[in-house]
């Protein structure tokens, strides 16, 4: 049992790894439902450095992340003045921008045997060649799956991914951090990778011989029903797809709800044109080129002709976002696997940067595919912006059922200043936003739309207790209980 629980968490490799970087101060990161065995793993490897070392190395355990358990809590461990952060359980593997990283996926149960026959048999109904991803918790499994497959490098029809790494050093230049770092290997060579294209979504890498598309590809899943599976069904939409449930040992081929989910991505997006305030939602403060993407949305948000906050509040939920209902959007800047925010409760839509830039880019449109990756979006911004520069034409709104143009005047277009007289517009705005129609006190009617917060609260106005004059006969009183709660007069 004890050897299962050392092998299930990687005591001795993690032991060695903190031994061989002579780090002294360790944060382990837990999700919830391994916190559980937070206080085994620490004393083990106290135990363990301690015998390889003979010195004490300090260890903290770190719960209850402020955004996705999947990331790396950088801010926690910096505030306990940590070397490093050891992170178990699922992850998206996404770059850190100050702490190395250094990660245990776990071992997951699965038959592979059964595994193995499934994939087989469906591979001799299909065509196509077949890429095989997983969930990382199955990567211990991966070597006896080739194996029994009996798979060689110059296979072209069986292909398996690769883990990008299971250690991450933070880079320097916060643009390069954006990038996925390569898994090291003494084979690789810039000469390979020229005559291939190379793909990394989930913390997997793969390459594809030259003149192939990930299209031409049946891609065959190992692991659950996750946020890094719906990462690839939304990224890869345009891809056969089959799912190997290995708690189920069965094969899941339909994913309708999964698609349906880019139905609604793409009305969102619609939606998002409309709206005048935005507001930039931060849901990382770990993943490195965050602050770049938020730069990048303040710019692409005021191009434009919008206004734009930051709001940093931990995990968002429909509580939280309601105490900004001057905001008509919001965009979630997090890792990709959290970044699909499910709305349908929100005042307000959540849509991703991506989305975004299909939004607020004029004459962009959806061509299918899906970006989840900063450096991804950042590129399809650069490139949407040559592409429609100087673009002024009035958009079709499906919401308002006509042509409507952006609210930057053609002056600030060109030149890009700011009227000096701003608050008495405000103010005149706000004078003109509410009119009473006739006598009735209570109906009101919108005349302009607010274009920014201070806009909108000037817009909101209290009128307290209204009386009616016309009526001044009194009401009739209402008698009412008498009595303790725990039992009135009358019961």
Known sequence: MELEFESKYEINRTAEFIISKSFTRIALQFPDELLKDSTK???????????????????????????????????????????????????????TSVLPAFFVFGKASINVSSCV???????????????ILYGLEYAHVIPQIREELGLSKTDSQLSVANVLCSFISPSKDPRESMEHPR???ESDSSDSLSSSRSYRLGGLT?????????????????????????NVVLTFNGCDIVRYDAEEDSLVTEFYQQRRIL??????????????????????????????????????????????????MGRPNPAKLANFPECDVFIYISCAQTALLDSKEFMS???????????????????????????????SVKSESEAHIGSEEPRFSFFQGGYVEDHKTNDQAKNGEEDTGETMTLVQAAEKALQLRGNDHNSLTKQTAAKSGP????NRVYRGLEINSENTLPEPYIVGRSGKASGYKHE
């Open 206 to 230: 793969w390459d594809l011989p030259e003149g192939s598309k990930i299209e031409d590809y049946l891609l065959f899943w190992i692991g659950s029903d996750s946020s890094a599976f719906a």
């Open 183 to 185: 898994p090291y290997s």
């Open 41 to 95: 793993v620490v004393s083990a490897l106290k135990s363990k450095t301690r015998l390889l070392t003979g010195r004490e190395v300090r260890f903290f355990v770190m719960a209850d992340t402020t955004y996705g358990s999947c990331c790396i809590d950088e801010v926690g461990a910096l505030h306990i003045d940590s070397e490093c952060v050891v992170h178990y359980g699922q992850t998206c593997l996404s770059p």
């Open 349 to 379: 839509p959540v849509i991703t940067p991506f989305e975004a830039n299909l939004a607020f880019s004029r004459g962009s449109e959806w061509t299918g595919a899906y970006l989840m990756h900063f450096q991804d979006v950042i590129n």
């Open 117 to 131: 026959k499934h994939l087989i048999d469906y591979a001799s109904k299909s065509d196509k060649p077949i890429m």
């Open 263 to 312: 139905k609604r991505r793409y009305y969102l997006v619609e939606k998002a044109k409309d709206a005048n305030i935005i507001g930039i939602l931060v849901g990382t403060l770990g993943v490195a080129g965050y602050l770049h993407m938020i730069h990048h949305m303040q710019a692409l948000i005021s191009a434009a002709g919008k206004k734009s906050y930051i709001l940093a």
């Open 455 to 458: 806009e909108y609260f000037l």
